[in-house]
């Protein structure tokens, strides 16, 4: 494959990319991108981006769906349930994002932000568990809405936000920006001294990657703009001031069904795994899946950022 010598890789700089194509494949759509991976870092590029992304992003894509609310009584039970497992560590009922959550928990009066937050799902089951101070900010929403006491969603960018917040969240929002520089920029800036950056993201560390290149579930053409590796995005994080004080692996058994789903033709619709796999294999996938994350080798990961109380 060729090495472009005028692109440079935008987590460590480097001009060595290493060209590859990949087409659409969640939605059938085809068509053919260019990505570069770097060969110092190995993160990932898309090298051109479309000028209209939309037609990529139908209006049933999976962020864009309607938010599901809670009466006043299940309210109340997330709240106790969220209380129990912050303070006292029980497991019975935890939040499935408990495991980021409990590493991170500033406080429930703490202000909060989700960038990229969609229909603001996540930031709602903060609210029902009894944070108080919320804000999501994703420019593609329909408009600003004020979904609850305390919880608001901005259609703009976070840097463009007056405030300045305690935890700034990206979940799976971070591979579809353009400029990570800018965004790490804008976070850290954002952030209050002490304060914590959480980003969970696919990796080009995986294994799947390594052997799968462009049929990988995750590379997601042309949708993701940026995949980093470890060393890419600490590099990049550190050249601006965050800390990086833990990465933890969280990929699951999507790595190997989705990807096999491409393998076979398929596009991504969950309803087709059992033609390619048994209960007994699912769960195999999953052992597999935790082992690997054990090993540092699983698709995705979670990163905790600080930024330093004296800067």
């Not at 939040?95 to 990229?116: E, Q, T």
């Not at 520089?181 to 952030?191: D, P, R, T």
């Not at 001294?193 to 462009?214: F, T």
Request: proline share 5%.
């Amino acid at each position: 494959m060729p090495i472009d010598s005028v692109a440079f890789c935008k987590f460590c700089g480097s001009p060595r990319q290493e060209l590859f194509t990949a087409k659409e494949r969640m939605l059938g759509l085809g068509g053919e991108f260019e990505y570069g991976e770097c060969k110092d870092c190995g993160s990932l590029q898309l090298e051109s981006i479309p000028e209209d992304l939309s037609e990529y992003y139908p209006s049933n894509y999976y962020s864009f769906s309607g938010l599901s609310a809670s009466g006043l009584g299940i309210r109340i039970l997330k709240k106790l349930r969220m209380r129990l497992f912050l303070l006292l560590g029980v497991q019975w009922q935890a939040p499935m994002y408990g495991y980021w959550l409990k590493k991170v928990h500033p406080g429930f009066s703490a202000r909060i932000a989700d960038v990229g937050c969609g229909n603001g799902q996540l930031l709602y089951e903060f609210y029902a568990a009894g944070y108080s101070d919320l804000h999501g900010f994703d420019p593609y929403i329909e408009g600003e809405q004020h979904l609850a006491s305390g919880l608001t969603l901005w259609k703009k960018r976070i840097e463009e936000s007056e405030f300045t917040f305690d935890l700034i969240m990206m979940h799976h929002a971070f591979e579809h920006m353009e400029d990570p520089h800018q965004v790490l920029m804008a976070c850290f800036e954002k952030l209050n001294p002490g304060g914590i950056l959480l980003i969970r993201c696919p990796v080009a560390d995986s294994e799947v990657w390594k052997e799968k290149r462009d049929l990988w579930v995750q590379l997601d053409a042309p949708r993701h703009l940026i995949i980093p590796t470890v060393r890419g995005v600490k590099s990049k994080a550190e050249s601006l001031g965050f800390v990086l004080e833990e990465v933890e692996f969280d990929s699951s058994d999507f790595q190997f069904w989705g990807t096999t789903l491409y393998e076979q033709g398929e596009t991504l619709q969950q309803s087709k795994i059992g033609k390619f796999f048994t209960p007994e294999d699912r769960d195999a996938l999953k052992e597999k899946a935790n082992r690997y994350n054990q090993e540092g080798k699983g698709d995705q990961a979670c990163f905790y950022f600080r930024k330093p109380k004296a800067h």
